[in-house]
Nanobody, 121 residues
C-alpha cells in the first residue's frame, strides 16, 4: 500500500507561479513512476507530467516550457514547479504513483487526494 499526500496548491494570478509537492509513504519500489494529473470541472482527468525513478520526464504539450517536474530519487518527494500560469491551468491536481508495467499483473497505481490550483485572470 502507498499513501500520497499533495501540498502547495492555492490561488494565483495569471502569469504567476506555484509549486506542488507529493510525498509518498508505505511500500515504495525503487523502480516506479510518479506524476501529476489534473481535472478541471466538467472535464476528464488529464496528464500534466510524469517522471520515472531514473529521472526521465514527460510533459503534456500544454505545459511544456512552463512546468517542471523533479525528484531526487525513487523514494523522495516529487515536485511540480508551475510558471507562467494561465486561467486554463485551473484544476484539481492529483499525484499518481505507478509501479510495474501497465497492463501486466504486476501493475499497481495509487492516487493522492488532490490539491486545488486556481489561476485568476
Amino acid at each position: 500500500q502507498v499513501q500520497l499526500v499533495e501540498s502547495g496548491g492555492g490561488l494565483v494570478q495569471a502569469g504567476g507561479s506555484l509549486g506542488l509537492s507529493c510525498v509518498a509513504s508505505g511500500y515504495i519500489s525503487s523502480i516506479n513512476s510518479m506524476g501529476w494529473y489534473r481535472q478541471a470541472p466538467g472535464k476528464q482527468r488529464e496528464l500534466v507530467a510524469t517522471i520515472t525513478s531514473g529521472g526521465v520526464a514527460n510533459y503534456a504539450d500544454s505545459v511544456k516550457g512552463r512546468f517542471t517536474i523533479s525528484r531526487d530519487n525513487a523514494k523522495r518527494p516529487v515536485y511540480l514547479q508551475m510558471n507562467s500560469l494561465k486561467p486554463e491551468d485551473t484544476a484539481v491536481y492529483y499525484c499518481k504513483y505507478e509501479r510495474g508495467t501497465y497492463g501486466s499483473r504486476s501493475y499497481v497505481f495509487y492516487w493522492g487526494q488532490g490539491t486545488q490550483v486556481t489561476v485568476s485572470s
